[in-house]
T-cell receptor
Framework: SAVISQKPSRDICQRGTSLTIQCQVD?????MFWYRQQPGQSLTLIAT?????????ESGFVIDKFPISRPNLTFSTLTVSNMSPEDSSIYLC??????????FGPGTRLTVL | QQQVKQSPQSLIVQKGGISIINCAYE??????FPWYQQFPGKGPALLIA?????SEKKEGRFTISFNKSAKQFSLHIMDSQPGDSATYFC?????????FGTGTSLTVIP
């Protein structure tokens, strides 16, 4: 398995500001993923972050809005830029280990006023 | 297009009963089928997973039944307990492409 931590665990932000979410894993992993989960909904993949390369974004998500960094094999950040109330959601990072198995962090609950 | 269809959306079961959640898929390239359990305020936690070369996998009170020909798989929770009350997500994967079901909110009544 993998132990994953996220910071912050929650935040309340003003419209138009940006928030950077950190994801730390207890072991080196190749694949890291960022998801969004709106209340009572399923998980939507935002992007896949591989170390040493540009993140790959899913349809409907763009780098200008959700820039991602992956400086090493245990760490990644997701920034939610120029936030609006529609960005209020839970943001989850996950890692792939043991081929195909994804493990999730505890999530960051974001509220945009 | 929903790659993985999950039902029911919500489920209420008496303590000691059997909880059954169903998922269906279309893409025969999927080769890994995990179930995740999520408690409020927490991230999803891997519960149990199966590959299509077996028809059933059991871990404690949790069992996955897999029907390759019907392209369906289900989670059975035996002797359901109030502590099992959570949201359950099925998923299907090919390589590192994960597709999640819409989730089932399970409530186990004491």
């Amino acid at each position: 398995s993998a132990v994953i931590s996220q910071k912050p665990s929650r935040d309340i932000c003003q419209r138009g500001t940006s928030l950077t979410i950190q994801c730390q894993v207890d072991s080196q992993v190749t694949m890291m993923f960022w998801y969004r989960q709106q209340p009572g909904q399923s998980l939507t993949l935002i992007a896949t972050a591989n170390q040493g390369s540009e993140a790959t974004y899913e349809s409907g998500f763009v780098i200008d809005k959700f820039p991602i960094s992956r400086p090493n094999l245990t760490f990644s950040t997701l920034t939610v830029s120029n936030m609006s109330p529609e960005d209020s959601s839970i943001y989850l990072c996950s890692v792939e280990k043991n081929t195909d198995t994804q493990y999730f962090g505890p999530g960051t609950r974001l509220t945009v006023l | 297009q929903q790659q993985v269809k999950q039902s029911p959306q919500s489920l209420i079961v008496q303590k000691g009963g059997i909880s059954i959640i169903n998922c269906a898929y279309e893409n025969t390239a999927f080769d890994y089928f995990p179930w995740y359990q999520q408690f409020p305020g927490k991230g999803p936690a891997l519960l149990i997973a199966i590959r299509p070369d077996v028809s059933e996998k059991k871990e404690g009170r949790f069992t996955i039944s897999f029907n390759k020909s019907a392209k369906q798989f289900s989670l059975h929770i035996m002797d359901s307990q109030p502590g099992d009350s959570a949201t359950y997500f099925c998923a299907a994967s090919t390589g590192n492409q994960f597709y999640f079901g819409t989730g089932t909110s399970l409530t186990v009544i004491p």
